[in-house]
C-alpha cells in the first residue's frame, strides 16, 4: 500500500510517498515491529492516543519499534486531506510518520467504527500479531500498546 505521508513532524512541504514495506526489516535495518495507528479526526479516543504518541515512540523506536499513524477521515467524517493530516501532525507534535488515506485503503484492516485500531506486524515476517480495537479507559491511553510490546520484544 502506498499513502502521501509527512515524516519526522515535517509538514512545511508536500508529503512524500510511503509504502508500508518501507518500514519491514529488510528495508529498515533494525526494524523489529510495526505498529500501525489507525486515527479519525472525529474519535476523541484517537486523539487522545495522538497525544501520547511522542512519548510512546521515544520508547519503543530505540527498540527496534516503527510507528506510522494513518488518518482517513477529518473531523466531519469526510476523506481527510493533506491540510488535515498536517494540521494534525501540528496539533499533537507528532515525530512519527502520519499517513493521509483518504480513499481508505487501510479498511482491508481498521473497521471506521471500531476506533482507534492498530495494528501490530513482524517487521521480519511480515505477518500481523494482532489488530486491536477500542480506547484503553485507564491513564495511559496507550497501556495496551505497551504491554503487547513488551511481550513480543521479549
Sequence with gaps: MTFPAFLDGD???????????DYFA????????????????????????????GEFAATYEPQGVAILTVIFQDQATDPADADFVKAWVDSF???IPALLD??????????????PSTMFVDAETHEILETTT?????DDPMQDYRELLDYYLE
Design 11 to 21: 509538514t512545511a512541504g508536500e508529503p512524500v510517498t510511503v509504502h508500508f514495506s
Design 26 to 53: 529488510e528495508n529498515l535495518s533494525g526494524t523489529r515491529i510495526i505498529v500501525i495507528n489507525a486515527a479519525a479526526g472525529w474519535c476523541v479516543p484517537c486523539m487522545r492516543e495522538a497525544e501520547a504518541m
Design 93 to 95: 507534535e507528532l515525530t
Design 102 to 115: 483518504a480513499g481508505f485503503q487501510t479498511s482491508v484492516y481498521f473497521d471506521a467504527t471500531a476506533l
Design 134 to 138: 477500542g480506547a484503553a479507559t485507564g
